[in-house]
């Protein structure tokens, strides 16, 4: 099973890509499922009410699946909560909190990995917020490992006596129950978003400003591993318009694409027509995709490239140092950001940030230096004398 992330900068069109990718499956023969996050009815309008063979739509209803998940958590915290004495909460009552939608985003993805679609296509929330949800699995699992370090679970039989000598109650036995639970949740999705059959798609209108906003999600989803499988520029017009107006963004638009496929090499830069209107219900759909419904390209079916690791190479023998490699495309030196914390390294760029886990070898080394070149960070280490296993 494939999975296809959609996003890209607001009124890109990113919902028409996601449903034409949808009804391309399905128009081949393959089980597809459209997951959808939009409040309003964009997809409502683009699909009508006809069903299609093979396509089914989904659409994530954030304010119930946090009302389910709250209650369920006051339920299993009922002794506690009755202990201190806590008024209980009602469904009715409840409205979703900042932040509900990427979790219901999380849970619906996690799901759609359980069940027997060929391709699975999501309409995600803009470009920025898409990297910030799509983090954030991993970012919650170092938190609960943080605040509930999983090996205090062993200890859980002298919690009693460390109570008493402390002075204080120990964390209940149903806290760090819950907190396994959802790292198990949390490692599911994750593994989602990490598998090699998993991979993003931009969608924008070519022009200056697109061009930014488009180099800007590169760089994020680099920064997370998260691998881009193609750029879509949409609603392009025709060229050679008698009309100088029309030439005239045409030529503007012409100029975006040549400067997208460049920068975005080898990332394949893909185009979809304007109709001269927005789409409006399957058949109008169906001229986006008629014609490239093959096996290759926008509509197609080809997997995806292997994503670039993040490498370690090793010159011990020649400079005395392993280096580890982070490609980042599109990344500013002035705006890289490295900072060592024990085991852990902080990594800004731009306007994201990334905390990640050293690698074994490299937890025995002292940061000694970092050159970006080429969209390729480089990182130095320099084994420490003192931790570094020494030849006997």
């Known amino acids: ?79 506690a909560l009755d202990l201190l004495g806590a008024g209980r909460l009602d469904g009715e009552e409840l409205t979703e909190l900042p932040g509900a939608d990427q979790l219901a985003l999380l849970k619906a993805l996690r799901e759609s990995a359980t069940g027997d679609h060929d391709l699975v296509v999501v309409d995600m929330p803009p470009s920025h917020a898409c990297v910030a949800a799509l983090a954030l699995p991993g970012q919650l699992r170092r938190y609960l490992r943080r605040l509930l370090p999983p090996e205090r679970q ?64 590169r760089l994020g989803l680099a920064l997370h591993g998260l691998r881009l499988d193609a750029v879509v520029a949409n609603r392009i017009l025709p060229t050679g318009s008698a009309d100088p107006f029309l030439a005239g963004l045409s030529g503007r638009q012409q100029c975006a694409l040549k400067e997208l496929a460049e920068e975005f090499e080898p990332v394949p830069v893909h185009e979809v027509p304007h109709l001269g209107r ?87 080394c002292t940061v000694s230096g970092a050159a970006l070149t080429d969209g390729v960070l480089r990182i130095r280490f320099t084994p420490d004398p003192d931790l570094w296993p020494r030849a006997h």
Not at 161 to 169: E, F, H, I, R, T
Not at 171 to 200: F, K
């Open 154 to 217: 062993a200890a859980r039989s002298l919690r009693p006596v460390l109570a008493q000598l402390a002075g204080v109650p120990m964390p209940a036995q149903w806290l760090y129950e819950t907190a396994a639970r959802w790292d198990a949740e949390l490692a599911a999705v994750q593994a989602v978003v990490e598998d090699p059959a998993t991979t993003v798609r931009l969608v924008a209108e070519p022009g200056p400003a697109a061009s930014a906003a488009l180099r800007t999600a």
């Open 1 to 79: 099973m494939r999975t296809v992330l959609v996003t890209g900068p607001g009124g890109a069109g990113r919902t028409t890509v996601a449903a034409a990718t949808a009804l391309a499956a399905a128009r081949r023969g393959e089980r597809a499922l459209l997951l959808r996050t939009d409040r309003d009815d964009g997809l409502q309008r683009l699909l009508g009410d006809d069903e299609v063979q093979g396509l089914d739509v989904v659409r994530i209803d954030a304010g119930a699946h946090f009302r389910t998940e709250l209650l369920a958590l006051q339920e299993r915290a009922a002794t």
């Open 278 to 364: 927005e789409p409006q219900g399957v058949d109008e759909l169906d001229e986006l995709i008629d014609g490239p419904t093959g096996e290759t390209g926008l509509w197609g079916t080809e997997g995806p490239e292997p994503r670039e690791p993040w490498d370690i190479e090793d010159r011990l023998a020649d400079d005395g140092v392993l280096v580890w490699v982070l490609p980042l495309p599109g990344a500013a030196k002035d705006a890289l950001g490295l900072v060592r914390r024990g085991d852990e390294l902080l990594l800004d760029a731009g306007p994201f940030r990334r905390i990640v886990t050293l690698p074994s070898a490299l937890r025995r």
